[in-house]
């Protein structure tokens, strides 16, 4: 069994953004030689997302105001965790509804995707360096 | 290790259905010859769900009541998606709620599920043709 | 490749609570034997989750709220799941918006995880008896 790990680094300068990574990881399953096997993508933070959809700017526009409704970051003091001095929250419930992770099938050396699939980072606490792990294992 | 990959194909008549898929992939299982491994199961259509949850119709019509409260198909030119030709901005956000894959530990041949544990496949765009991958590893 | 198998059990003796299980998991890891390879922690029941996220009170406040919000409990009449004699359908939705599952990447003998990374088991209907699954594979 071989296993692979990178982290991928972010500093966005915006609170919230949604950043394609899906060639990042397809480096990285490049690099890692796996042919047959799983590759897990993660955010390292806990107000951060990992997920798979649609790299379409309307969409990534609705998530946010979705977003917002359903977790809205302000006013801050609405939530109890913004008593220990963050502000972040909100990000920490809207990381809870676009998932931490996603685990892509590894088939002949590729990322085995449907046609529209596509991985994103989903930072909604940046201006800080934050990291995403991939690890594969496989043969 | 050995490495099985299959495609489950659904081409629901309806827009929304969650259909049962636990003995397909128990199907699957079997072919793969895999008894200690870990399976996992993703809709490879960004509009579409796999999840694990009860096999109960109640519970269902709750799904679908308690989805479009958060998500509402209507109107469709609330979503900036739609403004692509699209009607489904909807069924990216319940997607997203309920999820793209699940991750099955095998067991002795098993997929080793705790006593209520069913594999949902959940259709939130259909009327035509979708697939969903199962890929199984392990020895 | 090696496999490990072990199930966690909780007779949480309140309907709603948030449990860190970081060092169980640690311990089962231990345990394995594996250096370098996946670790899946999922709930075995349909109306509690495991996550990942911060160990901190007033964010689990705020959960707790917010859950509340989006699936409340009462009046259990809402939910035609409770026709069937239950009265936990918000549990099952509570679940559904917090997750079944993670994956763990393992590295060097060590849950890989960034700096406040915690597994949580999230029990949303307790005062019985139930269990959470932990599979390692790996070498």
């Not at 972010?10 to 047959?36: H, M, W, Y």
């Not at 806990?46 to 798979?52: D, E, G, R, Y």
């Not at 909100?90 to 685990?103: C, N, Q, S, Y």
Request: charged share 30%; hydrophobic share 35%.
């Amino acid at each position: 069994m071989k296993s692979y790990r990178k982290e991928l680094w972010f500093d966005v300068p915006r609170r919230r953004e949604l950043i394609n990574i899906t060639e990042d990881v397809a480096k990285c399953l490049g690099e890692s030689g796996v042919r047959e096997g799983l590759c897990l993508v993660n955010a390292m933070h806990i107000t951060a997302s990992v997920f798979i959809n649609d790299d379409e700017s309307g969409l990534h526009a609705d998530y946010e105001r979705w977003l917002e409704q359903l977790a809205p970051e302000k006013p801050h003091q609405q939530y109890r965790h913004n008593n220990t001095g963050e502000d972040n929250a909100d990000a920490h419930l809207k990381r809870t509804i676009m998932g931490r992770e996603v685990i892509v099938a590894i088939t002949n050396g590729m990322l085995d995707f449907g046609p529209w699939e596509q991985i994103f980072y989903g930072e909604f606490d940046g201006k800080r360096p934050k990291r995403v792990l991939v690890k594969i294992i496989g043969e």
